[in-house]
């Protein structure tokens, strides 16, 4: 699990773990800059004003709150479902990129053998995963999960949803909201796509696998 996801009020926002411009060319430091300094705080801020009239919530992890978050009080559950979600989502993307990512451009190890298992070849599981964050309506998320078993799937996430990591492991996300990559690549998603494949963190994706084809997420 990523830092954010095992945080209790009041939360805060993570550092990048790069620099601003270290993924450039691929998305861009203004764009990082925006994303991360702008809009993922302004999801933490929330969150935490939500959290300030509700203390009896204020032990419970990030993970914990999304996890029972439709039993939560009116009062805050959808401000803790909405900017919760968006919190715990965007940590996991900060952590699926690295500058250093993709740098052989495919897994290795057991996890580049569970995608041949599921997916074929690993070129037909990158398109399938392309095609479904490119053709996603609206705003969302696409991630690669894996459960228990050690079973990947494609996971289609709309809004703030989250890959329900009380259930599977997450190994990375990515984000298809516009203000991702607008600045750079305006309306065209399948671009974004294509420079995404160059700056997945393979290495943690592995790590992450390693540890969730055994036991739960978390
Ligand atoms: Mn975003």
Redesign the pocket.
């Known amino acids: 699990m990523t830092e954010a996801a095992r945080q209790t009020y009041p939360f805060t926002l993570p550092d990048l773990p790069y620099p601003h411009g270290a993924l450039e060319p691929h998305i861009d430091e203004a764009t990082m800059h925006l994303?991360h300094d702008k809009?993922?705080k302004t999801y933490v801020d929330k969150l935490n004003e939500a959290l300030a009239k509700a203390p009896d919530l204020q032990k419970l992890t990030l993970v914990e709150l999304l996890r029972g978050v439709d039993k939560l009080p009116d009062a805050v559950r959808t401000a803790v479902k909405n900017n919760g979600g968006q919190h715990f989502n965007?940590d996991l993307f900060w952590n699926s990129l690295s500058p250093a990512g993709g740098a052989a451009r495919e897994p290795h190890g057991e996890l580049a053998k569970a995608i041949s298992a599921e997916f074929g070849a690993f070129a037909s599981f990158r398109d399938k995963f392309s095609d479904t964050a490119v053709k996603h309506f609206a705003s969302g998320w696409v991630a690669l999960v894996v459960d228990g078993g050690g079973k990947l799937q494609i996971v289609e996430l709309h809004d703030q949803q989250v890959p329900r990591p009380w259930e599977y492991t997450p190994l990375f996300i990515v984000?298809v909201?516009e203000?991702?990559y607008y600045v750079k690549y305006q309306n065209r998603r399948p671009e974004f796509l294509a420079a995404f494949w160059n700056v997945v963190d393979w290495h943690k994706a592995e790590q992450r696998f390693t540890h969730g084809r055994t036991a739960a997420g978390v």
Do not use: Q
Request: glycine share 0%; charged share 10%; proline share 0%.
């Open positions: 994303h809009h993922h965007h984000d909201w203000h991702a």
